[in-house]
């Protein structure tokens, strides 16, 4: 005996409406107009810091190869335009001009800043200073004119983009450290331009 049993009704599968996805999309731009000026200002703090410990990686390096090889070593801009920006080279200068060239021993050199966002502007605050922007420490470890390794050259180098602001402060004995003046205020202090 064949029985025919009755099919169940068939549920309607429903999408979505044209209505209810342009809401989706209206709600996901607000969203997105709201988070991409924060996520720009994130950006640029990021590539601050970066910027701020790449740069104090290469203080390090320099005052670590000054003692390690006994003898003066500098930092200094690789672009004629003595911008930080433009990268910069740690080296031994043979010819004391206080700039990366040939005959020079170059110890390492790190590339120009990624011009794709506002750029980084740095400016240097030391005693004794003359001519070009370098940094230059002595076989002792301790930062020093690039004409005498005995002429004491300490201060702060100031790192900015925007609103935010980096410091890298080298003290007498040519020791560096970061520090950011939003969050350290006064053992942070220095001279913005």
Not at 162 to 178: D, P, T, Y
């Amino acid at each position: 005996m064949n029985m025919l049993r009755p099919r169940p009704p068939r549920r309607r599968r429903r999408g979505f409406g044209l209505t209810e996805l342009l809401a989706v999309l209206a709600i996901a731009a607000i969203v997105l107009g709201v988070a991409m000026p924060a996520m720009h200002e994130w950006l640029l703090a990021y590539r601050l810091r970066l910027a701020a410990a790449d740069f104090l990686g290469a203080v390090e390096l320099t005052r670590g190869q000054a003692i390690a090889l006994g003898q003066n070593v500098l930092l200094a801009p690789t672009g004629a335009t003595l911008d930080w920006a433009d990268g910069w080279t740690v080296f031994v200068d043979r010819n004391g001009d206080r700039r990366p060239d040939d005959g020079d021993d170059i110890l390492m050199r790190h590339p120009p800043l990624a011009p794709s966002m506002p750029s980084i502007a740095f400016t240097m605050h030391f005693g004794s200073q003359q001519g070009p922007p370098y940094l230059a420490y002595n076989s002792m470890g301790r930062g020093c004119s690039h004409s005498s390794s005995l002429a004491p050259r300490f201060g702060t180098l100031t790192l900015l983009q925007g609103r935010q602001v980096r410091r890298i402060k080298i003290n007498m004995l040519g020791r560096a450290r970061l520090c950011d003046p939003g969050r350290d205020a006064a053992a942070c202090a220095g001279v913005d331009p």
